[in-house]
């Protein structure tokens, strides 16, 4: 069973556009929810991380959105960049949990086109 | 500021023979080290995590093992290798009481 689900799993955005990355997840001990951003060949590095006290994070152009009683949340990359393009992992766990049990989604292809 | 190094970049090796993956992390005393799996546009699996110096715990087993020979050293390995091995390796390392991981630029491995 998929603990954290992604949609879509490609995305193809103008320049300048808003792009929009869906996560889901099942397990309401959840509460630290992290976005990858990985580019080919390179491993995930940290982009934005959100805790479930929160219904919104900001960071530039990165903005997340949580929905607690529904178990969603969202990426929304603004003013898109052709560099931008890459996949982004949405992840979860819960704070404090040993071993790091953070669950990643299968991942969000964006690419943006100029 | 804290570094990650992951050896070999890549390599392409034989169904049957060993292999051997790894990791330094260098900046960080005793930080919790793990071993991930990624098949080639697929998701993270987590493999091994390890909290201190010859500890070591297996999360899914895939025929590999996981040494902690040094505080900041993680080693992946087998004694035969199998054509579902193949895939990016990335070490990772967090602090004790932080979530955040902090990954390493991968091992790519091809099974021939």
């Known amino acids: 069973q998929q603990q954290v689900r992604q949609s879509p799993q490609s995305l193809t955005v103008w320049e300048g556009e808003t792009a929009i990355l869906n996560c889901s997840y099942e397990?309401?001990?959840?509460?630290?929810f992290p976005w990858y951003q990985q580019f080919p060949g390179e491993g995930p590095a940290l982009l934005i991380s959100?805790?479930?006290?929160?219904d919104k994070k900001e960071d530039g152009r990165f903005t997340i959105f949580f929905n607690k009683r529904e178990k969603k949340l969202s990426l929304h990359i603004a003013d898109s960049q052709p560099g931008d393009s890459a996949t982004y992992f949405c992840?979860?766990?819960?704070?404090?949990?040993?071993?790091?049990?953070?669950?990643f989604g299968i991942g969000t292809l964006l690419s943006v086109k100029p | 500021a804290q570094t990650i190094h992951q050896w070999p970049v890549a390599e392409i090796k034989a169904v049957g023979s060993p292999l051997s993956l790894g990791c330094t992390i260098k900046?960080?005393?005793?930080?919790?080290l793990y071993w991930y799996w990624q098949a080639t546009g697929g998701t993270l699996q987590q493999l091994f995590y390890?909290?201190?110096?010859?500890?070591v715990e297996s999360v899914v087993q895939l025929n590999l093992s996981a040494s902690r020979p040094k505080d900041d050293q993680f080693i992946l390995s087998t004694e035969k290798l199998l054509l579902s091995h193949s895939g990016f390796y990335l070490c990772?390392?967090?602090?004790?009481?932080?979530?955040?991981?902090?990954f390493g630029e991968g091992s790519r491995l091809i099974v021939v």
């Open positions: 990772a390392w967090n602090r004790d009481s932080g979530n955040t991981l902090y």
């Open positions: 397990n309401s001990a959840f509460d630290y």
């Open positions: 959100i805790l479930s006290v929160s």
């Open positions: 992840a979860a766990s819960a704070v404090g949990s040993s071993g790091n049990k953070l669950i």
């Open positions: 900046g960080k005393s005793s930080p919790n």
């Open positions: 390890s909290i201190t110096v010859g500890q």
